[in-house]
Nanobody, 117 residues
Framework: QVQLVESGGGLVPPGGSLRLSCAAS????????IGWYRQAPGNQRELVAT???????NAADFVKGRFTISRDNAKNTIYLQMNSLQPEDTAVYYC???????????WGQGTQVTVGS
């Protein structure tokens, strides 16, 4: 069983920044791929960015140049630095990971990001 705990969401004005964190309950090296998805009301959940245990990153076109995914191996935590946030970035952001031991996919509980005045 893998637990993922997100934090760092909140309300930010347009053009502002937030940093999301996702702490895993197991070694991050055990997780083949870990990353962020988001879901806005009425929309499907969509990929934001992922990072593999070898450090290969992937990001959706709409976040390139604004969001950066990174990880702290010692803390078993990944981060999503979000800059130049816009109202269309408003969504619940979920952490997701694929475990190489159980071969299962895990989701965190989500953290709300709201961009507005």
């Amino acid at each position: 069983q893998v637990q993922l705990v997100e934090s760092g969401g909140g309300l930010v004005p347009p053009g502002g920044s937030l940093r999301l964190s996702c702490a895993a309950s197991v070694s991050i090296f055990r997780l083949y791929k870990i990353g962020w998805y988001r879901q806005a009301p009425g929309n499907q959940r969509e990929l934001v960015a992922t990072i593999t245990n070898s450090g290969i990153t992937n990001a959706a076109d709409f976040v390139k140049g604004r969001f950066t995914i990174s990880r702290d191996n010692a803390k078993n935590t990944i981060y999503l630095q979000m800059n130049s946030l816009q109202p269309e970035d408003t969504a619940v952001y979920y952490c997701n990971a694929h475990d190489t031991v159980t071969l299962r996919n895990y989701w965190g509980q989500g953290t709300q990001v709201t961009v507005g005045s």
